[in-house]
């Protein structure tokens, strides 16, 4: 069983920066693939970001340029740093590890971007 735990997520003014994180507990995880999704009110849940084991990154073309993905295998976690806030961001953002055709997901964490 791996268990997921995202924090980062706060209230910040357009343009600022903030950085995620996705701390995962249980082995295997350097050969985990992990996502961060979001999803913003009453819309459906959407991948922003991936990383795979072998550092490999793809990102949703509503972020690129603006986020980074990235992994820290040796303290099991994710990160995902984001620059160039835009209220449109705003959204409950969550953790997903796919791992031995198993998945998991995090509890989500908020960012809300306005003025």
């Not at 961001?89 to 997901?105: I, S």
Request: proline share 3%.
């Amino acid at each position: 069983q791996v268990q997921l735990v995202e924090s980062g997520g706060d209230l910040v003014q357009p343009g600022e920066s903030l950085r995620l994180s996705c701390k995962a507990s249980g082995g295997f995880f350097s050969d985990a693939t992990v996502d961060w999704y979001r999803q913003a009110p009453g819309k459906e849940r959407d991948l922003v970001a991936n990383i795979r084991p072998g550092h490999m990154t793809d990102y949703a073309d509503a972020v690129k340029g603006r986020f980074t993905i990235s992994r820290d295998n040796g303290k099991t976690t994710v990160y995902l740093q984001m620059n160039s806030l835009k209220p449109e961001d705003t959204a409950v953002y969550y953790c997903h590890l796919k791992v031995y055709g198993l998945e998991f997901w995090g509890q989500g964490t908020q960012v809300t971007v306005a003025s």
